[in-house]
């Protein structure tokens, strides 16, 4: 049975109008250059310039706050929402956890953009990487080595690693995505779960990493990065293969 003899044709009508009402909010944010904190115009003149009903509006703002565009405070106002990715790693947490119960394809997906990402930028970073921020990095390399050493996880310890290793770049955006990754990995490292021994051999690859970007040597350093994912994507593919 199709979606389309379940769903009413004015079912999809009337969220497509809907979803070109929340554009045409954002359309109208940029459109009088309005800022991060910026108080929002008020329903009733929001109603006016689009031509729509109050009810109408409102369930569009409230898409629009869920999705972190923008901020209602009760008893204030609406406000453009502050920079938030707390939406995106809700939803690409979900379909990560739900594909390890199918194909993984997901999950999957998401170790290649990391991947890409961490493989890819580490030749920048390590050229204005200070022995101060190295002697940073190494101490959660440490921290990793410790826990693993009594058979305790490290995930805190492992995500400050990964952060370290491109905060010098000095960009907010990439650090925000790394976040988000991580965020989403660490729900999908729960599901999969892990051993000592492994816990042993991770700390291990990451003074590997750390030893190649203290010796400023970008291509092994992007090869171990290349290699550490590989085995979480070989980790995922065996999960869901035994399920």
């Known amino acids: 049975m199709s979606i389309s003899s379940v769903v009413p044709k004015a ?4 969220q497509a109008r809907l979803r070109a009402l929340q554009a045409d909010i954002m359309e109208l944010i940029l459109e009088r250059d309005l800022d991060a904190g910026d108080p ?19 369930e569009s703002l409230k898409v629009l706050q869920a999705l972190g565009v923008i901020e209602i405070r009760h008893g204030f106002g609406m406000f453009v929402a502050p920079s938030s990715f707390d939406a995106l790693a809700d939803g690409l ?19 290649d953009i990391r991947q890409a990402l961490e493989a890819g930028l580490i030749s920048a970073s390590i050229p204005v990487v200070s022995q101060e921020h190295l002697v940073l990095i190494e101490a959660a390399v440490v921290k990793m080595e410790d826990l693993a050493a009594r058979g305790e996880q490290f995930a805190e310890a492992d995500a400050e690693f990964h952060r370290l290793l491109f905060e010098p770049l000095e960009n907010d955006l990439l650090m925000n995505l790394m976040s988000v990754f991580w965020k989403v990995y660490r729900k999908i490292h729960v599901e999969i779960g892990t051993d000592g021994m492994h816990l042993v051999d991770t700390a291990a690859a990451h003074r590997r990493i750390y030893d190649a970007v203290a010796d400023q040597d970008a291509a092994t350093a992007a090869r171990l990065l290349n290699c550490h994912f590989d085995g979480i994507r070989a980790k995922i593919k065996a999960f869901v293969e035994s399920d």
Do not use: D, I, K, W
């Open 93 to 111: 947490t979900f379909r990560g956890r739900l594909s390890l119960r199918h194909e993984g394809l997901e999950a999957l997906q998401l170790v």
């Open 11 to 14: 079912r999809f009508s009337a």
């Open 40 to 58: 929002m115009p008020t329903e009733g003149e929001l109603c006016e310039v689009l031509g729509v009903g109050r009810n109408t509006l409102r």
